[in-house]
Structure formats: C-alpha cells, structure tokens
C-alpha cells in the first residue's frame, strides 16, 4: 500500500488514523467498514485516506489523534438531533433493558408507524427495515408485485443505496454514454435490462424515457432532492411532471426520503413540493442514527405484502430498541422551536458562506435546504443535473474541506455529499464555523 502525506498535512495530527488504517486494510477490504469512507478526490492529508473517529457528542466529533471538529457531515445525515442526543439516549437504553429483539412484535410498532402517517400522511401503511438499502428493495419488489412489469426507472447520480436494482449509474462519468452504468462488480450483466437510468430535472428525457419503456416499467424511483449529488434540488413543477407521467401511464411513484425525510420537513419532501407519490422510503432522520428504515405508502400496494404474497422480512426489523429511537426522534420533531433552529442555523450558515465566497470573488453556486445543502465551485448560474457537476471544481472543494479540518470544521471532501445541520448545532458552532471559512478559503488558490 502506498500512502502520501504532504507537507500541510504534516502540521496536522493523523498518525494513529493513518495507523488504523493500514492495520484495517490487512484484515478489511479496502481499509474501511463502507466503500463511502475512504476519501478519494486527491485527498491532501494521506493517499488513500480515511479518518478513525473516537466519539461524538451534540454537533462535535473527535478523532482518534483528538482533533476535534464541528461535525457537518453527521453520518451522512441521520444525525439530525445531534450525536447522543440525551432523550434519544436515554430511551434507546432503557428498552435495551427489556431484550432486544423478539422474533414477534412489540407494540410500539403501532405506534411508530402511526407517527410516520402523522408526518407523512401518504404513508398509509409502513413496514419497518433497518437501513435505506433494504427500504428502497422492499419499495420496488413491491411495485413490481403491484403493476406486475419488472423494469424500474432510475436518475444518474441518484443513490438508493448498494443492491443490485439500483447499483447502476450512481456516479457514472459526467460524460459516459447514456446507458445502464453498473456501479459495482458482481452485478449480473442482464439486470442491467432492468434499470433504466435518465437524466433528472430534464422534462423531455423522462417523458420520452416513460413514453418508450411504460409498459415493462413498475415505477420511477427519485430522491426529491439529489442528497447524493450536492443537493441540487428539482426544478420547479418536476416532480409534479413526475407524478402526472406515472399517472397517465401506469406506473408508480416512489420518493427515495432516505436523506430527505424528516430532514426537509416534518413531512419529508413531498410536504416541501406538494406531490404524493404512491411508495416512499425512510431511513437516516427517522431513527436520528439508530438503524431503522420505513417503506410505505398506498394501502393496495402495501397490502400486498405478507405470506404467499411479496416477501419480507428481517431478523432486527421492528425491534423494539430501534422503534424507541424513532419513536422518541419523531417526538422531538414535532417540536416547533427544533424546526425552528435547524432552518435558522442552516438559512445563516448558507448565507454566511455565499457571503465569505462573494466576499473572495470565488464564483460558486450554493442550493438546497437549510438543513441539506451545499456549495459549488462554478462559472455558472445554477446547476441542475448531475452531468453539470462536470463545471464545477471538486479538487478545489477537496483542498478547502482539508483547510477547514484543519481549522476545526468537518464537511465530506466529496463534493456531491451535502452538508447538513443539526439541532445542536450552536449560535458559536455557526461563528467559528464562519471563521474557520474565512481563514480557509484565503489559503486555497
Ligand atoms: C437517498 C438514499 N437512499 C438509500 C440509501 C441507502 O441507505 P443505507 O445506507 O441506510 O442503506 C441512501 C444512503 O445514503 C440514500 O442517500
């Protein structure tokens, strides 16, 4: 294994991470527990990289050479509460008390799922998971079973996590032939017939998409807002054009609520935009980083789920810890002054960096939702697809996350990830952030 550590890397401390990792990668594929942590974009502190993390608490986080960081990337989003959040804590550790899973229901099943349909009222009925990737499997073999067609329609640079259905065209090249791209090795050559992959926030290609493939399609898979392709959100009226293409030719729709659900608003994006799809899948925010995943929406095709029907199942699905996370999570989301913080942080945060930017004479765009959103190095007004993304300077993204971990302030050094805020995040939080921006960006060229 080969490893650089260039010289600004040196005044940083990251000798036990790397440690770590070089002792991971004898006994770990890759050096890491999930293919997302290993930095890639040039990363300036060492080659391949991954950092090991000690603890997090509220919007903190410490590695294990005790640097410590204002932490925005919070899991990837689940921590919207923040890390350890006491009521969650708490809860989590007195039903652990009582067993952990039962191989039968307890009763909070009920009551969670009521909850969701109180946030989410297309949830009519819900069954439990414990991670979006399982969400999203659960959504489409129930479509399938629904509309009896077997193809699904998917968007490049959408992810809905890593099995087969959707491991196509997830980060394809910006410039790559517009086809099928498997994301992964492993993956049977002819499920590749399966998903068709389109272009997003574009109103001809999905008509077009729709028009010649409807009557093999189940359903068209979307994240609402791209969570994995730096937040960039829908055009006005797309997902409403989504919704009318389905319902004029058949097929379902299923809002992918993994990042955006609980995060955007109490009732996920389809509050935010006013369109209902028919299945919608819940993962991250509704557990506040607990494993629990929801798939659910109109009852007729959920009904369709049970034995001798569509399968499934899950040893830890519903357990009674994880139902306890959600439950006592969803509970503190229907509090007005939480949505009241988490948009005022994010609204400042957001301004407050366009603000250090223009300030810099960096062009950029910055979108997306107080609570999820990033910025773009761009000449251009706006970006809105993932082929875009190709005008936008990524490596100058990655040398200023550096710069700002230096300074105290964690982001993903993948551009596409978004940035995200949480409840704990604190008025100081947001002032040394700032800071940290400021003293950054005067360093990167
Ligand atoms: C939109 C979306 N769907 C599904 C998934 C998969 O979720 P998990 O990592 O819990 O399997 C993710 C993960 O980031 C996601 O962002």
């Not at 293409?245 to 058949?250: A, H, I, P, R």
């Not at 994006?269 to 006013?274: E, H, L, P, R």
Request: hydrophobic letters at 40%.
């Amino acid at each position: 294994m080969t490893t650089k550590i260039d010289n600004a890397a040196k005044q940083f401390r990251f000798k036990k991470s790397l440690k770590l990792y070089k002792e991971a990668a004898k006994i770990i594929p890759a050096g890491v527990g999930s293919n997302a942590r290993l930095w890639k974009t040039d990363c300036s502190i060492f080659s391949p990289c991954t950092v090991f993390i000690k603890k997090a608490v509220g919007s903190h986080i410490w590695d294990v050479d005790n640097n410590e960081y204002i932490d925005y990337r919070l899991g990837y989003g689940p921590v919207i509460l923040g890390h350890s959040y006491k009521k969650v804590h708490d809860a989590v550790h007195k039903a652990d008390e009582k067993g952990i899973v039962y191989a039968a229901d307890n009763e909070l099943i009920i009551e969670v799922a009521k909850a969701i349909r109180k946030f989410v009222p297309s949830m009519k009925m819900t069954r439990f998971a414990n991670s979006g990737t399982e969400a999203t499997m659960g959504a489409i073999r129930v479509a399938r079973a629904s509309t009896k067609k077997e193809k699904i329609i998917k968007f490049e640079g959408h992810y809905h996590g890593w099995h087969d259905a959707v491991a196509f065209s997830t980060k394809p090249g910006y410039t790559c032939p517009k086809r099928a791209i498997p994301a992964s090795l492993g993956i049977p050559k002819v499920l590749s017939r399966y998903t068709i992959p389109t272009c997003w926030n574009n109103f001809e290609e999905i008509e077009k998409t729709v028009k010649k493939n409807h009557h093999d399609v189940a359903a068209i898979i979307t994240e609402p807002v791209m969570g994995n392709a730096a937040a960039i959100p829908p055009k006005d009226g797309y997902l409403k054009h989504l919704r009318e293409l389905c319902d004029t030719y058949g097929l379902l729709l299923i809002f992918d609520e993994v990042k955006t659900g609980f995060r955007l608003a109490k009732g996920g994006a389809q509050q935010v935009f006013g369109v209902t799809p028919d299945l919608s899948t819940f993962a991250k925010s509704l557990g506040n980083g607990y494993p629990i995943a929801a798939f659910g929406g109109r009852e007729e095709v959920m009904s369709l789920i049970g034995p001798g029907k569509v399968m499934h199942g899950g040893t830890y699905s519903a357990n009674p810890v994880s139902l306890n996370a959600a439950k006592t999570t969803l509970s503190e989301l229907s509090r007005k002054d939480v949505w009241h913080h988490l948009h005022q942080y994010g609204k400042k945060m957001m301004r407050g960096i366009d603000t250090v930017l223009d300030d810099h004479k960096m062009p950029h765009v910055i979108h997306g939702f107080p609570t999820m959103f990033q910025f773009l190095f761009t000449d251009k007004e706006e970006i809105t697809q993932y082929r875009e993304l190709r005008f936008c300077d990524m490596k100058k993204f990655a040398k200023l996350q550096f710069e700002l971990m230096k300074n105290g302030v964690m982001l993903d050094e993948d551009n596409e990830e978004a940035i995200y805020t949480s409840f704990t995040h604190s008025s100081a939080d947001l002032y040394k952030t700032l800071e940290a921006f400021e003293d950054a960006i005067k360093i990167i060229p």
